[in-house]
């Protein structure tokens, strides 16, 4: 079939992600893909910029995955994994994470990541309530977070443009500033910006009430928010000050884990263990769907704690699903038995210093954001020396991410939008982690170009 039947029948009939019908006006058709390229129906190939959506961590046409799959799909497709019956898959998937987490005690499957932090949000209060704190209920999340577009997860999200078509949204939800150091004002004071960061979440408890506060829940290193690098001191100050007023953290690792930062969890950067920590993408580099939550062992014994009457009533049809189990074991080992996250270090350390070298002087690079694996983003504005953004009518972002494709790099860019403190045009970076030096080099080479040619217009 040609690719205008494809695309004729693909406005028709399927509804996508973030839908509007100006959007697949000139949809690329993906048909195949290999190592860090993706190749269209037009035969043209591109390098995968940002792993699919942050996910293909091994990168495209694994057939060894394909196989796995293949074989545990003809031994055992499906079984229920609610209380009462599991599968092999399953148990040796639970027990090689919790060899990687070894701080915490079990894990609970899912599908996607907004359904692990769902499973994170209800598991946080059914733990209070067990724990005779049935009124810590609120979850505390950060401006900038993505955790989701299901309703609970969108209302924890701080991107106000996800949730303005969906009101009502879901009380209990406390929203406070993150750690962004490129657009703080905290550096005058004479404290840190992460000491700053981390006193709006102290002040956020005190002001609801501790008795009132689940959970707090942030990623490691912002992903769909902006690549944004908290300071070194803020995740520890997070975790001593949820410690100190009893509150669950979560730690949304569905971007930065499974070597994404060069670690197979993004915290382990800070030596900061989670209460609950949530995955998915990296966990089968997007080959099946899968998710979950690890939780402490502290929540694990309070879940085995219970008369059968108050059990923890949560569940998914796919939870435990044989074949993404099975998948996801093999993924892991690839990680390691190829050194991944020995390479997603080094090139992530390269990454960031070509974008260095190309944007560090440059008028309109504002912010250049890098230096734990590969998860980079360089922010653009107007104005380096006052922070002033682009007009939005430039629309600098989407041009940008236009010459890009025509270049053969696809990769994401964000737009001038709406959230406080207001951050410019971003340009993001998180390639498959197989990348070698020489497509690292034409990556950021391509984006030199781009950006050149967007800001002659």
Known sequence: MLTKDLARLDRQHQIHSLHHPVETTDSLIFESGNGIYVRDTEGREYIDGL???WNVNVGHGRGELAEVAADQMKRLAYYSGYAGSTTIPSIELAERLIKLAPSMGAVFFSSGGAEANESAFKTARYYWKVSGKPDKVKIISRIHGYHGVTLQAMTATGMAGYKKMFSPLVPGFIHIPTCYPFRSEEVKTGITVGEAAARELEEAILREGPDTIAAFIGEPIHGAGGAIYPT?????????????????????????GFGRTGRWFGLEHWDVRPDILSFAKGVTSGYLPLSGIIVHQKIKDALDSVEPANRWMHGYTNS????????????????DREGLLENTARMG?????LLKDAFEDHPNAGDIRGGKGLLAAVEFVED????????AQKDFGAQLRIEMINRGVITRTRPVIGEHPLPGDEVLFAPPLIINEEQI???????????ETVLRR
Not at 234 to 256: K, N, Q
Not at 441 to 451: A, D
Request: overall charge negative.
């Open 51 to 53: 792993s699919g959506l």
């Open 232 to 256: 070194d001191d803020y995740w520890p100050r997070i975790r001593e000050i949820c410690t100190r007023y009893d509150v669950l953290m979560i730690a949304d690792e569905i971007i930065t």
């Open 320 to 335: 435990g699903h044989p074949p993404c189990c099975a998948v996801a074991l093999r993924n892991i080992e690839i990680i």
């Open 349 to 353: 350390d390269l990454l960031l210093t």
């Open 384 to 391: 380096r020396k006052t922070r002033k953004n682009f007009s």
């Open 441 to 451: 080099h034409q990556m950021v080479e391509v984006t030199k170009e781009s950006v």
